[in-house]
């Protein structure tokens, strides 16, 4: 096998019965994790592991969880299921997402239920899943929260997606701080765009909900069917939870747009900037002199 290794490791992937997930899933095994992969429908993620090629010291195993119960721990299924491989967590990652209600905020369409839901599946869960688990992570360990479309610049129509994949990027940077001193790194990966049943959705909502650049976007994903594109995004896991990006933390790396394979070189010129990580742009971030900040004797900046 070539690239990153995560031989010995065990990593915990949601929704990991199709897309996205499962991708992640396959190059996690191919590069020597062992694997707990959870969905709603537990007979899914446990086809797929099923599915996966027998390899020698590696076990791989489905569970079932609901993860829009955001009052329910997802950890009071699934550490029974860790304590059965023997060795703490390493890996973390945080894909399961739900696209929720397309269209206007304001408008009639989308349900209020469905934009709760959208925070739960995509904000809260992951949340939750990081406050019960990164106590019985290894330390060194690594977490990885699948961020998305909206996360770094207005989405119209899609506002409950946008606003939880934001605050995942902001969580990610919160925890990677509060993790530091284990050494456990957490990072942000925008995929890309995918072809898959999050953008069927799109393409099915029309022009009229979604918005005409979205539909078309969506659909010439879809026609494309690029498996490649779901690969590119799954290397990437593999390189953020492999020592090839040790003592990078706390940022939102683009499988698509960013030189990830290298920047493990770049480690510590990263750690010392503000590179990949979502910040408020002022005048003076685009050359301009707007003037003094007002009263700003006493303020700290923050
Ligand atoms: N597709 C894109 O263009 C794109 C772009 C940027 C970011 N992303 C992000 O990539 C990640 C994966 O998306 P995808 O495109 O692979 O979508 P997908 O094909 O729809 O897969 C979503 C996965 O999440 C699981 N899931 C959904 N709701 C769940 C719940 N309540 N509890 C537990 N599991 C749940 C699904 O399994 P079950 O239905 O069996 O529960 C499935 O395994 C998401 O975080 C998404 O936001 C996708």
Redesign the pocket.
Known sequence: MSGPSLAGRLALV??????????VARRFWEAGASLLL????EA??RRVAESLPPRSGQTATGAG?????SDISPADRLLPVLDGFGRPLDILV??????GPIGPLSSAGPTWAGWV?TI???LL?PARLIADLAPRMADGGVIIN????GATGPRPNFSA?AAS?TAIVRLTECVAEELRGRRIRVLAL??????????R?VAAAGAEAAGEREVAS?RR?LEANDATA?DR?ARCAVWMASDAAAGITGRLISAVWDPWPTLGDRAGEIGQSDLYTLRRIVPRDRGLDWGDPVDSGTATRS
Not at 94 to 99: K, P, R
């Open positions: 949601t929704g990991a019965s199709r897309g996205l997930g499962e991708a959870v969905s709603r429908r899914d993620v969880v609901d993860l829009s119960q945080n894909n399961a997402g739900v696209q839901e739960r599946v995509n869960a699948v961020a998305g479309g997606y994949k925008a995929p890309g765009v995918l072809p898959t049943a999050m953008l959705e969506a994903a779901l995004a």
